[in-house]
């Protein structure tokens, strides 16, 4: 979504500027001076389990995995490319679409190890994101990255089809990008 501000920018400009590429895309969890609660939240996100995994509600729904120099690879392609003027650029690497439940089975057959599965019925993670229970996984007000991962994990919100007068998928458009891999990037943490 663009920000009013940005939004504001673009029509003062009088249609100069044709494409708007937020610079939010994430935080490098591994370089940060986070205090608590954020600390955690993203301890947890570069911490891979050793012996048992959380998975909101049944793990089935698909997600889209990205790497950060991906997202910069099909950026840069799509800045002066016709076919993305005036359309939303989806990155969607068909490689790296997987439920949590696939995601925990690869992680299972590169470690040659088996995880307990903990699965949070999805009753239960809406009322930690509303706060009301007296032991929510995470503290407040970490209800946010767990609405954002009821969304994915849960409601499997990222894997739409993309209507065609308004959005392009960034690996049919350049199938010439050697993207990287969920598979790939788990063999760092080996």
Known sequence: ?????????????????KRFFPSE?????????????AKSTFAG?????????????????KAIFLNEDDIGTYTIKAVDDPRTLNKV???RPPANILS?????S???????????????PEEHVLKQIQGVLDTPLHPLPVNVMLAICHSAFVKGDHVFDIEPSFGVEASELYPDVKYTTV????????
């Open 89 to 91: 650029l989806y990155l």
């Open 183 to 190: 598979d790939e990037y788990l063999n760092r943490f080996l």
């Open 106 to 120: 690869l992680w299972e057959k590169k470690t040659g190890k088996t995880f307990e599965r903990v699965y949070v």
């Open 1 to 17: 979504m663009i920000r009013p501000r940005s939004s504001d920018a673009i029509k003062d400009a009088g249609g100069h500027i």
């Open 100 to 104: 949590h439940n696939e995601l925990v």
């Open 45 to 61: 996100a570069t911490d891979l389990p050793t012996d048992k995994v959380v998975i909101l509600g049944d793990g089935n729904p």
């Open 25 to 37: 895309f994430g935080i490098d969890v591994a370089r940060n001076n986070a205090v608590e609660p």
